[in-house]
């Protein structure tokens, strides 16, 4: 070996690291195959685990329900969900916590191509009709943040300010719509949740996740705890299914519903005291129930056991975050798999 010249050294070594840069191409070629062979698609989820029994959307963030029997799930997750918040004169947003006479704002949301109109409704208020911007009217864009998380929305208007700040009694409200073309909010930016977000998943004025699912189960086995049984509405979910154990949903990391739409579990579902307001009346239960029973048993320390410094000081779990991995219709009735 010693004998050889310099120049054939100079061969073997160029032979050598051609070899190897092939090596290394056909190394990547195949393990990004394998990578995008990986990536979930419809056929994959075969095995039936719970059923779709109603869907819920909030067009207007904190305000009463739309329950519809069939939705198309988007990036930002269920088609107008959540696209209208309310904010005070500093710009933040206002829950139930601090109106629960939200809770009572009944939505309409008619379709009008790609932004829709939406129709207010609330006991003692006339109805007010809230146009989407467009050329003919008009609306400043500002920035909405929640948890760190910050998108794009249009302002609507004065004669929505003043209509939801005389029902809130909160002077300076604003009504803020993000529509589909806007920048949306980042779950990669959150303030706790971005290591176990992904770059693609997105969502308009929802709490954190686009969808939340909770099982009619994980309710009875709460109320089976209260003196007082509470409804679903209180914990104010998107997706709401049946034929599963209790808090299974929990448990999912990746979920097809109906034909194509695939959906992938982020966390559980911290509680706040919005579970506490009755969703009908908008008035806060004086026990301050369900919330307290829920404490007792479900804390991520004593789900899990062990302690998770994400969760630390925070509510009890209940329910499910989920992102979207591939779009779709969901319709009630709707079975859920899971991959075998």
Known sequence: MSSLSKQSWIIIGTVAAVGAAGLAAVTYWYCSRRKRSRASRPEDFTMPVAIVEQLWLYPLKSAHRLEVNEIECLARG?????????????????????????????????????????????????????????????????????????????????????????????????????????????????????????????????????????SQSSLNKLNAKLAQPVPMTRFRPNIIISGCPPHEEDCWSEIKIGDSCILRGITPGQRCVVTTVDQELGVKSSDGEPLKTLRTYRSYEQVYGVENSRYAGGGPLFGADYGIIAPGNIKVGDRVYIKQ
């Open 78 to 214: 269920f088609k107008n969900d959540r696209c209208w918040v309310v904010t005070d004169k500093d710009g933040r947003i206002v829950y139930q916590s601090k109106a629960p006479v939200l809770a009572t704002v009944l939505p309409l949301v008619e379709e009008n191509g790609k932004n829709p109109t939406l129709v207010l409704n609330a006991p003692g208020m006339e109805a007010i009709t809230i146009e989407p911007p467009s050329a003919d009217n008009p609306a400043p864009v500002s920035s909405v943040q929640l948890f760190n998380m910050t998108g794009e929305a249009y302002d609507v208007g004065d004669a929505a300010a003043d209509w939801i700040s005389r029902l809130t009694g909160i002077e300076g409200c604003r009504i803020k719509y993000m529509s589909p073309d806007q920048k949306p909010r980042k779950l990669v930016d959150h303030h706790k949740y971005s290591d176990i977000c992904q770059p693609k998943d997105e969502t308009s004025f929802a709490q954190f996740a686009p969808v939340f699912i909770a």
